[in-house]
Nanobody
Framework: QVQLAESGGGLVMAGGSLRLSCAASGRTFSSYAVGWFRQAPGKEREFVATISGSGGGIYYADSVKGRFTISRDNAKNTVYLQLNSLEPEDTAVYYC?????????????????WGQGTQVTVSS
């Protein structure tokens, strides 16, 4: 069982940066891949980035590649998402999720554990 809690969201101007954190409970956190997803008002939840349990496997959505960076510190049971060069289109609630599936997992339905989300708002 894994419990997740996001933090770090807020209001930022276009071109600015934020760092989101996803803190997890559980002694076997390194066994889980963690993904970040986002959901804007009126839109479906979309995949943003994922990182394997060891941190050696990373994959990004094309829309954020080169601007966002995912990383993890298993000693702190925390995954991070650094958001740079933010655009108004990045405005959404950002969720972290964990899965015990192997490989690069981008499908939300394969993640069994979810946090409550943190709001990111980018003003133009």
């Amino acid at each position: 069982q894994v419990q997740l809690a996001e933090s770090g969201g807020g209001l930022v101007m276009a071109g600015g940066s934020l760092r989101l954190s996803c803190a997890a409970s559980g002694r076997t956190f390194s066994s889980y891949a963690v993904g970040w997803f986002r959901q804007a008002p009126g839109k479906e939840r979309e995949f943003v980035a994922t990182i394997s349990g060891s941190g050696g496997g990373i994959y990004y959505a094309d829309s954020v590649k080169g601007r966002f960076t995912i990383s993890r510190d298993n000693a702190k049971n925390t995954v991070y998402l650094q958001l740079n060069s933010l655009e108004p289109e990045d405005t959404a609630v950002y969720y972290c999720a964990a899965t015990d599936y192997r490989g690069i997992i981008t499908a939300a339905y394969l993640y069994g554990y979810w946090g409550q989300g943190t709001q990111v708002t980018v003003s133009s």
